[in-house]
């Protein structure tokens, strides 16, 4: 740092390291399509890494540590949250970046924004709100995450929401299934966010189903991606304890993926030289992994949609919150006026049905029950 006329100045311009070290074909935030609402540059923060601060400082993000992500509370205390899932998504999606030369904070950016729309109890609590809301556009926690960014979140006097900048938004609206956005192609940023989010979700539903005894580490051999690397795990070391043999399979189940992508991505980028970011989004190459792994994966989730999301007691957990969300719904639609005052004001802005939505879209697990409890909502 340096002091000249009297204001301090940083050496250290981000768009200069990023001219550096990134390839051509990442998203440099030197062509950044900006804000909805123009701000100056900080100057040795990239855009990017103000959306990253932006999005761990709000609240809604604060939140996701009370809400679940496949298992709930009453399954034990292990098992993950959204908040700790969306913190292994962003590492392994950094790390992804890194290897392929790509903009690792916009990377950030997007894996912190990505599931910051989820309602309580995970897609059991999605899957009860689409239902309520159905009759006015349904419910979805991708678009949800571009109202929080977008609207309801205040943290700042001269613009609503984050202002966070266009390519974030834009990666969060693919998500959501935007038509405008998804014929534009995701970035590369984006694509290694959902990739990184898929090799995630694989493990780490793998490490809780295991660890809750919902299946045992035998059942999951039937499949043959776990199989391989339970032999190779056991050549290595044939007399693991059982925790120590799980925590090395996931491991090795997220090294594996991760490996594979990005020994396919680098040869593939070298061979498409894309000259800078927007034609790699307009090609057709897409980041994920090969195909024989890709078919390994996909047998791998089958097995965790039979034999764990669908679980007898999985399913049952999953049924008494839905019974909770729906309730609470149908009372907040009799009496909005128990709600904070700026959800009641926003029955004029997106309706009374809508407005009900988004407050319990908000709600941590723990919060939703206490307000079941406190209206005497879904019990019985």
């Known amino acids: 740092m340096s002091r000249v006329g009297g204001e301090t100045r940083n050496r250290f311009h981000p768009s200069l390291w990023e001219s550096q070290y ?29 959306d990253r601060d932006r999005i761990i400082h709000c609240a809604a993000f604060r939140r996701l540590s009370g809400k679940m992500q496949v298992f709930t509370g009453e399954l034990g205390d292990y098992h993950r949250t959204r908040l700790t899932h969306t913190f292994e998504v962003a590492g392994i999606a950094r790390t992804i970046g890194r290897a392929l030369r790509l903009n690792e904070d916009l990377i950030e950016a997007l894996a912190l924004l990505h599931d910051i729309g989820h309602p309580p109890f995970g897609h059991a609590g999605e899957d009860a709100l689409n239902e309520c809301l159905e009759p006015w556009g349904g419910f979805s926690h991708n678009r949800f995450a571009l109202t929080l960014a977008e609207e309801l979140e205040h943290r700042y006097h001269d613009f609503p929401g984050l202002n966070l900048t266009w390519e974030v938004l834009e990666g969060q609206a693919i998500r959501a299934g935007d038509e405008a956005a998804v ?77 594979d992508l990005i020994e396919r991505g680098a040869a593939e980028l070298e061979r498409w030289r894309f000259p800078d970011a927007q034609a790699a989004r307009k090609s057709p190459f897409r980041l994920g ?21 669908r679980h007898p007691q999985l399913l049952a ?58 209206y005497g909502c879904g019990e019985g």
């Open 183 to 259: 014929r534009s192609g995701p970035l590369l940023e984006v694509q290694a966010v959902e990739a990184a989010d898929s090799i995630t979700y694989n493990a780490h539903d793998t490490d809780d189903a295991i660890k809750l005894g919902l299946v045992r580490i035998e059942e999951l051999a039937e499949v043959p991606l776990i199989r391989s690397l339970l032999e190779t795990i056991r050549q290595r070391r044939p007399a693991l304890p059982p925790a120590l043999l799980r925590k090395t399979l996931v491991h090795d189940l997220i090294d594996v993926q991760v490996t």
């Open 22 to 50: 990134l390839a051509p074909y990442a998203m440099h935030s030197s062509q950044s399509r900006g804000r909805r609402y123009p701000e100056p540059p900080h100057p040795y923060r990239s855009p990017y890494q103000r």
């Open 317 to 374: 957990v999953r049924a008494k919150a839905q019974k909770r969300l729906r309730a609470l719904f149908q009372f907040f639609v009799r009496h909005p006026q128990l709600m904070p005052e700026r959800f009641v004001a926003r029955i004029e802005q997106v309706g009374l049905q809508r407005a009900v939505g988004d407050y319990l879209a908000g709600m941590t697990d723990r919060y939703c029950d206490e307000q079941c409890r406190r």
């Open 289 to 309: 992994p090969s195909p024989s792994l890709a078919a390994q994966k996909a047998e791998l989730e089958r097995f965790l949609s039979e034999r764990v999301y």
